[in-house]
């Protein structure tokens, strides 16, 4: 016999005799009429004598009387069938929590921007292509934040030595797709810091220093003026004698189409392009009746993107529209070459 269903096996251990019922044409007969099996003694090994002395005497008795009527088949229940195992469950990933605007470190934020500052385009040369990934994505996920910490620490604060090395435009540049007319107005204030540094006492120490302000100068100024601007109700085309243009690159190194109003009283320009495979089409225009800021006019630049060109080839640039403003040959890529801006424009 086996112990029930669920019993402890730490209580008297169930024994019963190592026997087996086999049939039999003779022998005894029982009290009821039916033919007893002899019990013959099995070859399975007794239990020690240890267990067989915790052996209650009415166990042996229901054992024999058991055995006694080994004769009718024994009533076996079906087999049960366990339940198949769950399948293994994999613990759900907690939901990645995002920080609010206001659970921000002030400290991480400013360390971020001094680091896109720091190394513009290269920053994952020099701390890995995983940690810039972060930087990007914390300032994505946080734009505001991070345009707040870029005036406190580069606009409103006092330049420190060494303020015309810092690559300003790298941040400002990611920042101007989430809110560009702020973004504008920064670089605005931006270059007016550079201007005062250039009208300082040259540094005997540090001879690049003007030229190093020119540079930051019109990489700032590109920021301030707004790329592919549109045109307003009733703005009138610049006339071709008054425009110029050239090729510049924004500041993760797009190439675009920079242009000039050579004489202007600070309207707002637009610039749109087009092409119809052969020919480049300029569509520059400015705003006639914005307030006239000048008593002697000056330059006023935009920039507008580069459409697709014929590669290998010259393409006509085509202004104020049907005038050819010149001829740029384009390289392998169907990017224009010889036409690189001068850093005044």
Known sequence: MSPPIGA???RVPWVGLATTAVPITHGAQPRHGRPCAPLVRSPVTMPPRSLLVRTAPAVLVLALLQACRGASPPTTSPPTTSPPPAPPTTAASPTPITPTDADLDPAIVDQNLR????QGESLADHIGPEATQAIIADLDRHP???????????VTSTPA???ESWLLTAPLWRLRRYDEPRVRALAARVVLRYEELSRAPPDPADVDRAS????????MSLVRDGLDVPAG???????????EACMTATPDGTPVIRVR??????????CQTTTDGTTLRLDVRFDPDAPARCTDCYPMSTSCSLPVLPPSTN????????????????DARGWPTGQICKRAL
């Open 212 to 219: 190093r302000i020119m540079d930051r100068v019109a990489d």
């Open 8 to 10: 402890r096996e730490d």
């Open 233 to 243: 109700t009733g703005w009138q085309p610049v006339p071709m004698a008054d425009l």
């Open 161 to 163: 030595v060494g303020y």
């Open 315 to 330: 393409v006509p640039v085509v202004a104020d529209g049907t005038k050819v403003l010149g001829t740029w040959v384009t």
């Open 261 to 270: 109003r050579i004489c202007s009283c600070g309207e707002p320009l637009s």
């Open 115 to 118: 680091a896109l500052a720091a």
């Open 144 to 154: 505001a934040v991070y345009l707040d910490a870029f005036e406190r620490l580069f």
